[in-house]
């Protein structure tokens, strides 16, 4: 991540955040949300900013694993917790099969949507390796999609669980390039 401007002042509060498995001091607003500090003071603008009011799952994050929308979760609230972004996906240079799957079958159109639907994802595929599509659909449903179906996003969780199963075999077996390891997005 890069360094952070930490401008203490009155009005300002400075906390510890564990964000993408990094521990970065930043100085924000008692008021701001997490959405504003991960994007304004951060500079981590992949969590995309929406609607505001909780309807469009553009800003989802997770929090010790679990799917939060950062437009209603305030900063202050997050100290000691792990935060994770779309930003911090990927490996280096290797993107998340989530996001592999995605680009291959097609599940990202604009965008905009995308980072809130790899986080809702990611959340679900931590816990349950194969959901079938009804789960796929639970798990989806607070993230809105405005210019493609969700047939191809269904998809591409499905595929991404495919590819992480496969890959998790071949770490087990110890078999397979390091690039095809789990994590790294091992293609069929
Ligand atoms: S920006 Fe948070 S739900 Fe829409
Ligand atoms: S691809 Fe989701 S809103 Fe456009």
Do not use: W
Not at 22 to 27: F, K, L, T, Y
Not at 126 to 149: F, M, V
């Amino acid at each position: 991540m890069k360094p952070v401007r930490l401008e203490v002042t009155r009005r300002n509060l400075l906390r510890n955040l564990r964000v993408n498995r990094e521990d970065v001091q930043v100085a924000f607003a008692s008021y701001k949300t997490l959405l504003e500090v991960l994007r304004e003071d951060l500079n981590l603008t992949g969590t995309k900013h929406g609607c505001e009011l909780g309807e469009c799952g553009a800003c989802t994050i997770l929090i010790d694993g679990e799917p939060l929308l950062s437009c209603l979760t305030l900063a202050v609230e997050c100290e000691g917790r792990a935060i994770e972004t779309v930003d911090g996906l990927v490996k280096g240079t290797e993107l998340h099969p989530l996001q592999e799957a995605f680009a291959d079958l097609g599940g990202l159109q604009c965008g905009y949507c995308t980072p809130g639907l790899l986080m809702s994802a990611k959340a679900l595929l931590d816990r349950e390796p194969q959901p079938d599509r009804e789960r796929i659909k639970e798990a989806l449903s607070g993230n809105l999609c405005r210019c493609t179906g969700y047939q191809q996003i269904f998809e591409s969780v499905e595929e991404a669980a495919r590819r992480m199963r496969q890959a998790s075999v071949n770490d087990n077996l110890g078999e397979g390039p390091p690039g095809n390891r789990r994590g790294g997005g091992a293609r069929p």
